[in-house]
């Protein structure tokens, strides 16, 4: 049962596996000064997660400065690694009492929140989480059903609307 506010792991560096673990529970994330990535297996992703199965709701709350927030179930941020065969089902709602200020941005995706490199890899997954940003911001909100921003490569994922089981393939 997960309830703390940290992924399991800060970041998983390359050639690290990850794999075959189910996470469930609630948990309540605290913004920070500086960048935040935050995930239930891990903040960075450099590695590889494999037949990984997230069933966490989180809540993200207080006032995020100096940096990024970077919020999935799976993984935060996913640098060069892989991500294939996960799952996540849940919800991320940012509360009313988060905010974001200046330039920075707020990247939320159902699995991962920023795919921030070309090598960066999520295949065969599927999302059913709920995403809610109820905050404030004054720059960017990035937010999708597998992942918020991406500059890498997404295929075969399929992403489940919350509440009405209908599903959309990406």
């Known amino acids: 049962n997960f309830n703390a506010g940290k ?3 800060e970041t998983v560096l390359e050639n690290a596996i990850v794999k075959n673990l189910t ?16 995930g239930t297996f891990a903040g960075a992703l450099q590695g590889s997660l494999e037949h990984c199965v997230s069933k966490v709701d989180y809540t993200v709350t207080g006032a995020q400065s100096a940096g ?16 294939s065969d996960c799952s996540a089902q849940g919800s991320i709602v940012f509360d009313d009492k988060f905010s974001i200020a200046g330039e920075e941005t707020a990247y939320i ?8 490199n070309a090598a960066g890899i999520i295949e065969n997954c599927q999302a059913g989480v709920a995403v809610k940003f109820a905050g404030t911001a004054t720059y960017n909100v990035l937010m999708g059903g597998v992942v918020g921003h991406t500059n890498g490569t997404v295929e075969a994922c399929q992403v489940f ?3 009405d089981g209908s599903q959309a393939a990406i």
Not at 75 to 83: F, H, M, S, T, W
Not at 109 to 116: A, D, E, K
């Open 7 to 9: 992924p399991l792991a």
């Open 23 to 38: 996470v469930e529970g609630a948990a309540t994330v605290q913004a920070v000064e500086g960048s935040l990535n935050m």
């Open 68 to 83: 990024y927030i970077a919020m999935g179930a799976l993984v935060g941020r996913l640098n060069a690694g892989k991500i």
């Open 109 to 116: 995706g159902g699995l991962v929140g920023r795919n921030s």
């Open 161 to 163: 609307a919350a509440g």
